[in-house]
């Protein structure tokens, strides 16, 4: 897990885990979003998080990746909210969590996402099946307008 403070527009976090873990793993955690002057993002601000994924499945049937937020700084373990989509049908809101399931026998795929309120994000890896000859590769880089 790399956990990581955004200071730079040029910053990045990678995660490599070769196998891919079956269990839900913290992959990368950006904590203090915009706590001093000199962070590249601020909380509310036209900020875009854009993740990068390298994957091979081996012998996985799938690998999921999961995005949560926190309004703290230094959220603890019980602080985490999963982040979630929206559906409106004859006047019902439904919210449902967002879940990146990846398939391919190999992937290269990029997921683009606001960040709104929060002070902290985590994002997580969790292969299911055998993990032999899997491989995943995250990269989150941040920009703010």
């Known amino acids: 897990m790399e956990t990581i403070k955004f200071a730079e527009a040029t910053d990045q976090a990678t995660y490599t885990a070769s196998p891919v873990p ?3 793993t ?14 590249v993002i601020s909380v509310g601000n036209n900020t875009q998080g854009t993740l990068y994924i390298d994957f091979t499945k081996g012998s996985l049937t799938s690998c999921i990746i999961r995005l949560y937020g926190s309004p703290y700084a230094n959220p603890t373990s019980g602080q985490w909210f999963t982040e979630t989509e929206e559906s409106s049908a004859s006047g019902v809101l439904t919210i449902n969590p967002i879940s990146i399931v990846l398939t391919d026998t190999t992937a290269k795929k990029m997921w683009h996402f606001p960040l709104g309120a929060n002070r902290s994000y985590k994002i997580t890896v969790q292969g299911t099946g055998t993990a032999t000859g899997s491989s995943i590769t995250l990269v989150l880089s941040l920009r703010s307008n």
């Open 22 to 24: 079956t269990t839900e």
């Open 26 to 39: 913290d992959a990368i955690i950006a904590k203090e979003v915009g706590a001093d002057s000199t962070s």
